[in-house]
């Protein structure tokens, strides 16, 4: 069974620092890419960030680039979000995906929901002005 558990999210004043974790099961870690999407209540969902585990290419959307990075533990199956400088405008639930990555090149990850294949559970960031 496919599991993806995001967790590590509460409240923090602006400017502050959060760092989520994502863990898998279920499937081959390395064969997938990682990818954390967020929404805010009555808000569509928006991509936030995505890396292939196999050699972490990472890809940021333009609202956290800068303040946002992401990184990887193949060995436990576990993807992390590094959230700095947090605004409140990054209020959301945060989940994690997994997304099959592709190749033109070089390995790419996508924010493209509907290729997204495995969703988790989300978790909730407030940050407060």
Same mark, same amino acid.
């Given at each position: 069974?496919?599991?993806?558990?995001?967790?590590?999210?509460?409240?923090?004043?602006?400017?502050?620092?959060?760092?989520?974790?994502?863990?898998?099961?279920?499937?081959t870690f390395?064969?997938?890419?990682?990818?954390?999407?967020?929404q805010?209540p009555?808000?569509?969902?928006?991509?936030?960030?995505?890396?292939?585990?196999?050699?972490?290419?990472?890809?940021?959307g333009?609202? *956290?680039?800068?303040?946002?990075?992401?990184?990887?533990?193949?060995?436990?199956?576990a993807?992390?979000?590094?959230?700095?400088?947090?605004?409140?405008?990054?209020?959301? *639930?945060?989940?994690?995906?997994?997304?099959?990555?592709?190749?033109?090149?070089?390995?790419?990850?996508?924010?493209k929901?509907?290729?997204?294949?495995?969703?988790?559970?989300?978790?909730?960031?407030?940050?407060?002005?």
């Amino acid at each position: 069974e496919v599991q993806l558990q995001a967790y590590g999210g509460g409240e923090v004043q602006a400017g502050g620092s959060l760092r989520l974790s994502c863990t898998a099961s279920g499937f081959t870690f390395d064969n997938y890419a990682i990818g954390w999407f967020r929404q805010i209540p009555g808000k569509e969902r928006e991509g936030v960030s995505c890396m292939t585990t196999v050699n972490g290419n990472t890809y940021y959307g333009d609202s *956290v680039k800068g303040r946002f990075t992401m990184s990887s533990d193949n060995a436990k199956n576990a993807a992390y979000l590094q959230m700095d400088n947090l605004k409140p405008e990054d209020t959301a *639930v945060y989940f994690c995906t997994a997304s099959l990555p592709f190749y033109y090149g070089r390995v790419y990850c996508t924010l493209k929901e509907h290729l997204q294949k495995h969703w988790g559970q989300g978790t909730l960031v407030t940050v407060s002005s």
